[in-house]
């Protein structure tokens, strides 16, 4: 039997509008430091525990203001999202670096690398993609738990995150123009989740 292909996936999860609800990018505030703060904040716990601490850092949360925290102050604002003893100080030492190597978010969008991101501590390949995919709408594809769950129903499965990555994202390059991909990336991670959090246990 021939193996579904990346791109049938994503045509199927297309036909069930799962983002009709979603903001243009899905993730919230997308192309903002924001997204580099969630995508350290939705490590190991929920969505939902991260807005609620995105709610108690309203007015902090761009990168200007939030290199102004202290640590003790930035751990009680996340709390909300666990592991604050160990998320505090790696935010703001990635805030710090942001601001010290690239002046600011928007030469840091523009500028930063893959590598640099995984040589900040806390950042693994997951996160890495979540900030340039959302937050820098680079051409990234995200993979993540549900991308594995969804992947293995049709019994596709990869030992390393790069060989789902490039499974997913060399099927959508093989029918989508180069200059449209990021949107089409970010809306095959969104779907996914979507799928995921909409059809559990299917």
Not at 161 to 189: C, D, N, S, T, V
Request: hydrophobic share 40%; glycine share 4%; net charge neutral.
């Amino acid at each position: 039997m021939m193996q579904i292909t990346a791109f049938a996936i994503y045509e199927e999860l297309q036909a069930l509008d799962l983002l009709k609800d979603s903001p243009r990018y899905w993730w919230p505030n997308a192309g903002t430091f924001e997204v580099v703060i969630g995508a350290i904040l939705t490590q190991n716990t929920t969505w939902s525990n991260v807005e609620k601490s995105l709610h108690n850092l309203e007015g902090f949360l761009d990168l200007e203001h939030f290199v102004q925290l202290t640590e003790a102050d930035l751990k009680v604002k996340i709390k909300p999202s666990g592991f604050y003893n160990q998320k505090a100080p790696r935010l703001l030492q990635i805030a710090h670096n942001i601001q010290e190597e690239f002046g600011d978010f928007q030469r840091f969008q523009k500028a930063v690398s893959r590598e640099w991101l995984l040589q900040q501590k806390g950042i693994g390949q997951e996160s890495a993609d979540a900030i340039l995919c959302y937050g820098c709408f680079r051409a990234e594809m995200v993979v993540d738990s549900y991308t594995k769950r969804l992947l293995k129903k049709y019994a596709i499965e990869f030992r390393s995150y790069q060989a789902y990555k490039k499974f997913l994202q060399e099927g959508l390059a093989k029918h989508i123009p180069k200059e449209e991909l990021f949107e089409h990336f970010a809306a095959f991670h969104a779907m996914i989740v979507e799928y995921n959090k909409k059809y559990k246990g299917a």
